[in-house]
């Protein structure tokens, strides 16, 4: 039975993953994105995302273990990044660079599908650097990851659009409901839908069709 894991109840998700990932819960519990959609996007899931709100400074990483532990290598590459560039200020206190996630999680009969999207400095493109440019999304890398039974197994892809303002755009910016990033989890299919809406209208260079790992 599919069933969209609901990020809004902690305790049971924290435990679940415990199980599942065989790691710790995290120490912050995930941020979500709990916005609802337009009606024309009703059949898709909006991205939970991991960055504090606007103008906040966390002392730690915001993402959730189970993520951490995913996105080891390249979070480690990154912390990297900064440290070669002189960035040091710029690190948590636990001695991480600049980090945000989205994902999604389901629960799909014996087996767990995450989809993320990491957002980091050393592997993202951000839109023009221009007063002319009026894109809001990164282009990031993408990971579906199954596990099951105490394995896992994950496929990489390179150009998701990462888009969500609900942490980095202040009061009075677009609005956070109609400018995210959407995904679909199709069962039958064994595949992965990501799309971004932009003033509630999809991007077409956003539209991603994604297998999802048989283990």
């Known amino acids: 039975m599919l ?9 049971a998700l924290s435990s679940l993953l415990w199980a599942l990932m065989s790691g710790q819960a995290g120490a912050d519990e995930p941020m979500s994105s709990n916005l609802g959609l337009p009606p024309a996007w009703k059949s898709w899931d909006r991205m939970t995302v ?9 002392k730690t990483l915001q993402l959730p273990d189970f993520l ?13 990044k900064f440290r070669d560039e002189g960035n040091a200020k710029l690190f948590y206190k636990d001695g991480h660079a600049p980090a945000e996630a989205l994902y999604s999680v389901y629960q ?16 993202c493109q951000d839109g023009p650097n221009d007063a002319a440019s009026t894109q809001l999304h990164s ?4 990971r579906v990851t199954v596990e099951r039974g105490g394995e896992s197994k994950s496929v990489d892809y390179p150009d998701a659009c990462f ?50 790992p048989v283990l």
């Open 3 to 11: 069933k969209r894991i609901d990020w809004m109840r902690p305790l």
């Open 50 to 58: 991991t960055a504090p709100g606007f103008m906040s400074k966390p």
């Open 68 to 80: 951490m532990k995913l996105w080891a290598k390249e979070i480690a590459e990154n912390d990297q």
């Open 108 to 123: 799909d009969g014996g087996q767990t599908v995450i989809v993320s999207i990491l957002n980091v400095a050393k592997f």
């Open 139 to 142: 282009v990031c890398p993408v």
């Open 163 to 212: 888009l969500d303002i609900t942490y980095g755009n202040p009061p009075g910016g677009p609005n956070p409901v109609t400018n995210a990033t959407l995904v679909r989890y199709d069962h039958q299919a064994g595949r992965v839908d990501l799309i971004a809406i932009r003033d509630n209208r999809s991007l077409p260079q956003c539209s991603k069709r994604l297998k999802v």
